[in-house]
């Protein structure tokens, strides 16, 4: 019976399908470390992060907003949200391009790539990296159990063995593969938006009831929140490639994208369920943080022996310096990824927001300000990522506090 429940909570389907894509990055990981150099991962981390900047700002927590509006029907929700952020993906074109230019204008990216061509690439990227990230709510909002974990599982795995057969089938090592890996698995997740752009259901104009759960957040404080995350990753890939080369950029942005898969993870696996189902009964955030926090720290284990028992080439010797700093960062980020949703059934949304307004100004002055000082690069990334450590859990621990009633968690 309690596999039941949570096959209808939508709890296993999406733990499973998030657990299938952890294993598909690790995969991904393993490949980028093994099959291909520090400056083709750097480039490609580049590529990556200006097309999910420009995906998840163009959507503007739109994945959210159809999680935490259960009052509006599924699909036409989902059709407005895609039209409406389709409009923004044109519009922020110009901001990209700035972006690319910005992040090649050292020579760091070398002769592998042209700005053009990474232009290019994170267009096509951005464009379906934002179906996928959309159709995953919808998936949660009406799919079964199969494709809640499918839409999470497939993709990343495509990705990821597209990428390794290149490499060694192919033998076409460049970031070229990588960014065609990628391209293939967004692609493959965004079919599971189809069924909104194919329906024709009217849209209610308002809900005819209040609502307990609800995003009350206008578009512009939405918007300002996604656009204050996506800046401050944006400038920490592209600034940290101009200040530091792209084989530093690759050493800190391969352990973001694996270490940070955890938190993303507890996100979507945990804070998002439970944002669509909030009926169902679940144990306490407390478990899925330190499950979370736990997974990062065995990660960072993993990583720290197989660079002392030499698994890793020479090359990426250098990761060394960032694999505990980031380590804590994201360990923080799982604590507030777990309790994400409780803001959104409280009624502090907007709050939350604030608090994050707040944390990445001060994260924004963190990247730019010390080169400028002339810090080392060690001392940078242990203010940059002690700071974070530090807002991350306190703001989880305010989240935590919130009350559990409505999200229908056991104390």
Sequence with gaps: MKTLALLRGGTLPAALGSLGSLAAQAAMALFLLGLFEPQAVGVFSVVAQVAFGWATLALAQSPVSLLANLHLPALPA?????????????????????????????????????????????????????????????????QTPTSIAAVRMLPPWLAAALAGAAATALDWRSSHALTSAALAGYALGALWL????????????????????????????????????????????????????????????????????????????????????????????????????????????????????????????????????VALWQMAAS???????????????????????????????????????GWPLLTHLWALAGFLSLALTLQALWAARLGRVATGERP
């Design 78 to 142: 989902a059709r407005q949200a895609w039209h409406s952020s389709l409009r923004r993906w044109l519009w922020l074109a110009p901001a990209a391009a700035a972006t690319v230019w910005w992040s090649s204008r050292s020579g760091t990216a070398g002769p592998q790539i042209a700005p053009w061509a990474m232009l290019l690439w994170a267009t096509a990227i951005a464009l379906v990296q934002m179906g996928w990230l959309l159709a995953q709510s919808l998936t949660l909002r009406q």
């Design 194 to 325: 189809l069924p909104a752009l194919r329906s024709r259901e009217p849209l209610p104009v308002a809900s005819v009831e209040p609502q307990s759960q609800t995003d009350p957040r206008s578009t512009r404080l939405k918007f300002m929140h996604t656009l204050s995350d996506v800046l401050v990753a944006t400038v920490l890939a592209s600034h940290w490639t101009a200040v530091y080369g792209a084989a530093q950029a690759g050493c800190l942005l391969i352990l973001l994208r694996v270490m940070g898969f955890i938190p993303a993870l507890v996100g979507t696996a945990w804070a998002q369920v439970v944002l669509s189902r909030p009926q169902a009964q679940r144990p306490s955030s407390a478990w899925a943080a330190g499950l979370g926090a736990t997974a990062v720290g065995a990660v960072g284990m993993i990583a720290h022996l197989a660079l002392q028992s030499g698994w890793l080439s020479g090359a990426w010797s250098a990761l060394q310096v960032y694999l505990w700093p």
């Design 335 to 373: 604590l507030i990824a777990a309790a994400s949703h409780r803001p959104f059934q409280q009624g502090y949304a907007r709050r939350y927001t604030q608090q994050c307004l707040a944390i990445n100004a001060v994260q924004a002055l963190l990247l730019l300000l010390p080169p400028l000082l």
